[in-house]
C-alpha cells in the first residue's frame, strides 16, 4: 500500500469464470435466459463440468467487482486498488491470486477451510451472456475478515460495492457505507443483476441512504423500478429518482449512472432537473468477442475516474473507453500490453 493508502477499495465475491460457447438447447436444458445473472440451484450444477468437458470453456478471474477491481487498476498507477472477498483453499483461489497480481491488483482474501471457490458458469450466445453462479466460499465472507484489516479500510480514499455481496455480508458493506458517511469519502455500489432489488430489495434500501454513487444497467434500472412500484419504464425518470432518494452524507451530491449496451449512458445528479445522456463509444461489431463483464469495464473506468477526481463526463467517457476496449476480447479481460486513455472528445 502507498503511504497515503488505496485510491479505491473494493468488495464483493471472487469467482472463477468458466467461460464457454453456448446455445438455445443448453439455455433451455439448464432453464437459463440469454442475458440474465442467477445463482445456482441444485438442477444447475452440472453447468461447470459440461462447459468445461463439452464446451471448450476458458478459465478466468471472475467477479463483477474483481473485474471493475482489475480494470480501475488498469487505468490508475501502480498498486492504487486493493480487493477483499473470500475464496476456498484450493487452486482455482491460487488462479485468482495470480491473476490479480498479474494485473498489479492488491488482494486480501479470506480463505475458507471448507467451502471450496466459488464459480460462475457463463454462457455465451452470440453477442449475449447468461451467469450462473455458485458461490460456495465466496458466501463465507465475514466482517471480522474486513475489522483486521480496518487500517487499510482507514487509508483507503474510496469504496466501491457489488450488489452481488448484499447476499452475503451486509454487515461489511454497511461498516464501509457508514466509514464513508463519516469521513466525506466516495462510497459506490452496483446494482449488478436484475433479482438483486427484486429479491434483495430490504439490503439494498438499507445501503441506499449512503450511495454517492449507483450504477446499473436498463434491465437492473427496471428491476428496480418495478420492485420499487415506480410505475414507469422510463430510464432517465428511474435514474432522477435514485439519485434524489434520502442521503445520509449531505456533502456530496449523489450519481446515478445507467448503462443501456449500446445505447446512450444515462446520468442523473441529486438536485438537478436535467438527466444527462452519453452516446456510447462505436465499436465495429466485428470486433466484439464477448460482452461479458462490459458493465464491470464501465464501473472500473468511470471509478477510476472519480479516484483521479475526474468530472462525471471524463469518467462515463473513461467507462465507455474501457467497456469497449473490454468487449474486444474473450471474458472480463483488459488487452496486453495495456493501452492508454485519451479522452474521445
Not at 464483493?12 to 469464470?17: H, K, Q, R, S
Not at 469504496?159 to 454497511?174: N, R
Amino acid at each position: 500500500m502507498a503511504s497515503d493508502g488505496y485510491e479505491l477499495l473494493c468488495l464483493e465475491n471472487p469467482l472463477l469464470d468458466i467461460l464457454g460457447k453456448g446455445d438455445e438447447a443448453m439455455l433451455k436444458q439448464y432453464g437459463l435466459n440469454a442475458n440474465d445473472a442467477i445463482l445456482a440451484e441444485e438442477k444447475h450444477m452440472g453447468i461447470f463440468e459440461d462447459l468445461l468437458q463439452n464446451r471448450k470453456a476458458i478459465l478466468t478471474a471472475g467477479g463483477a467487482a474483481q473485474n471493475t477491481a482489475r480494470g480501475a487498476q488498469y487505468i490508475l498507477p501502480p498498486k492504487s486498488v486493493i480487493y477483499f472477498g473470500c475464496v476456498g483453499k484450493d487452486k482455482y483461489a491460487d488462479i485468482l491470486a495470480d491473476s490479480a497480481k498479474e494485473a498489479g491488483l492488491e488482494v486480501r482474501y479470506r480463505v475458507d477451510e471448507e467451502q471450496p471457490t466459488g464459480r460462475c458458469g457463463v454462457v455465451v450466445t452470440g453477442h449475449n451472456r447468461s451467469l450462473c453462479t455458485d458461490l460456495a466460499a465466496a458466501n463465507c465472507y465475514k466482517l471480522d475478515h474486513l475489522k483486521e484489516h480496518w487500517d487499510i479500510v482507514q487509508k483507503s480514499k474510496a469504496y466501491f460495492v457489488g450488489g452481488y455481496h448484499l447476499t452475503v455480508c451486509v454487515p461489511a458493506i454497511m461498516a464501509l457505507a457508514e466509514e464513508a458517511a463519516k469521513e466525506n469519502k466516495p462510497f459506490a455500489l452496483s446494482l449488478n443483476a436484475p433479482f438483486i432489488p427484486q429479491f434483495f430489495k430490504d439490503p439494498l434500501d438499507q445501503t441506499a441512504p449512503y450511495w454517492d454513487y449507483i450504477v446499473g444497467n436498463e434491465t437492473e434500472a427496471a428491476a428496480y423500478a418495478e420492485s420499487h412500484d415506480l410505475k414507469t419504464t422510463d430510464i432517465p425518470t428511474i435514474a432522477k429518482h435514485l439519485a434524489n432518494l434520502p442521503k445520509k452524507n449531505t456533502q456530496r451530491k449523489r450519481v446515478a449512472i445507467i448503462t443501456q449496451g449500446t445505447e446512450p449512458t444515462i446520468v442523473a445528479v441529486q438536485g438537478e432537473d436535467d438527466v444527462k445522456s452519453f452516446p456510447v463509444h462505436e465499436i465495429n461489431k466485428a470486433e466484439i468477442a464477448d460482452t461479458t463483464g462490459a458493465g464491470d469495464a464501465f464501473a472500473a473506468g468511470f471509478f477510476a475516474g472519480v479516484a483521479k477526481g475526474e468530472a462525471i463526463e471524463r469518467s462515463v467517457d473513461m467507462g465507455q473507453w474501457l467497456a469497449a476496449l473490454s468487449i474486444r476480447e474473450e471474458g472480463p479481460r483488459y488487452p496486453f500490453p495495456k493501452k492508454t486513455y485519451s479522452p474521445s472528445s
